[in-house]
């Protein structure tokens, strides 16, 4: 059980907007440390896509963004594409762990 | 081309040892923090190790403690991790990847470093089972 957490499954058509949310606590997220976004392709290796909440890798499209408020944050994809149909995994930091946590993964279905 | 590339993987037995390799290119892999994340078959990612640039600072996650030991050959570009006492929840893909520290700026004035792992290699199996 991991302690951030993310909905197991998302869906949406093409070209439509979703949001794929990430709850912390007060040790992590809540405590102001960086949220990151990875996308896992099958069968090959994550992906960093978003990192420091709301910036993207050079090489990422414009369609993803990132957002945190509070003890949460939320990764958008805009203009949905059968290739953004993946998993995807959010990422802190845990200062009662002592650990560098990821989120449980959404699979998104397009 | 910056690339990571494990190797090592494969099947022991419960109780056995191991040790991964991760040979890094392209990048001056000495100015690196460097990671090892695993993610057991079906299963989200999770953290393992971190090692400091110059290998004098090194975290685990609790599950590995005293079991795994993380630590690099900036000479030879490479990374590593000497998993001793295996158990079969150790059973994972296993990624080496760089732990950078990635430049950020919500002004002109106020700019900060987030800690991601940002390159990853392709990974190697580890089966821990009789």
């Known amino acids: 059980q991991s302690v951030l957490t993310q909905p197991p499954s998302v869906s949406g058509a093409p070209g439509q907007r979703v949001t794929i949310s990430c709850t912390g606590s007060s040790s992590n997220i809540g405590a102001g440390f960086d949220v990151h976004w990875y996308q896992q392709l099958p069968g090959t290796a994550p992906k960093l896509l978003i990192y420091g909440n709301t910036d993207r890798p050079s090489g990422v499209p414009d369609r993803f963004s990132g957002s945190k408020s509070g003890t949460s944050a939320s990764l958008a994809i805009t203009g949905l594409q059968a290739e953004d149909e993946t998993h995807y995994y959010c990422q802190s930091y845990d200062s009662s762990l002592g650990s560098w946590v990821f989120g449980g993964g959404t699979k998104l279905t397009v | 081309e910056v690339q990571l590339v494990e190797s090592g993987g494969g099947l022991v037995q419960p109780g056995g040892s191991l040790r991964l390799s991760c040979a890094a290119s392209g990048f001056t892999f000495s100015r690196y923090w460097m990671s090892w994340v695993r993610q057991a078959p079906g299963k989200g990612l999770e953290w393992v190790a971190n090692i400091k640039e110059d290998g004098s600072e090194k975290y685990y996650v609790d599950s590995v403690k005293g079991r795994f030991t993380i630590s690099r050959d900036n000479a030879k570009n490479s990374l590593y991790l000497q998993m001793n006492s295996l158990r079969a929840e150790d059973t994972a893909v296993y990624y080496c990847?760089?732990?950078?520290?990635?430049?950020?700026?919500?002004?002109?004035?106020?700019?900060?470093?987030?800690?991601?792992?940002?390159?990853w290699g392709q990974g190697t199996m580890v089966t821990v089972s009789s």
């Open positions: 990847a760089t732990f950078a520290k990635l430049r950020y700026c919500r002004s002109s004035t106020n700019c900060y470093g987030a800690d991601a792992f940002d390159i």
